[in-house]
């Protein structure tokens, strides 16, 4: 099988799960794929969903988005918007109404610098992320 040279994800993803002390069963196991198609993707051989990517990141403890961004799913700007996104979501010190109203000032001043804004969801409906062709047998349709 030839490589799909997607990036160096598979290199980035074998430094994370080493770096994070696991086999490549335990973090099969861990993100619910199975060991020989994550083996695939190591070795650049498989190109992996967006949710591949998010389950196997969330086993990691790393950034999804960085992921994303490895695998060509993302580019980097749309990552900075994502991640910026999420830690206004995620601030405990400000509630609801706050998180929101920051939300659209930092979307305002955006558009007013010329940036397109991009929505998460977008990512659910990617192509590649949708086609299915290198579904991982253990994942259920």
Do not use: C, W
Request: charged fraction near 30%.
């Amino acid at each position: 099988m030839a490589s799909l040279h997607v990036g160096n994800l598979g290199e980035y993803l074998r430094e994370q799960r080493r770096s994070a002390q696991l086999s490549l069963r335990q973090l099969a196991d861990a993100a619910g794929v199975s060991n020989p198609y994550l083996s695939q993707i190591e070795r650049g051989l498989r190109k992996p969903s967006a949710e591949v990517l998010q389950q196997v990141a969330k086993a990691l403890r790393i950034s999804a988005e960085t992921l994303y961004v490895r695998a060509g799913i993302l580019d980097e700007k749309e990552r900075d918007e994502l991640e910026t996104r999420a830690v206004i979501l995620a601030d405990p010190s400000i509630n609801e109404r706050q998180k929101q109203v920051l939300l659209q000032i930092y979307e305002s001043f955006r558009k007013e610098n010329g940036f397109e804004t991009s929505s998460y969801e977008d990512l659910a409906e990617h192509p590649d992320a949708a086609d299915g062709r290198d579904a991982d047998p253990k994942q259920t349709p």
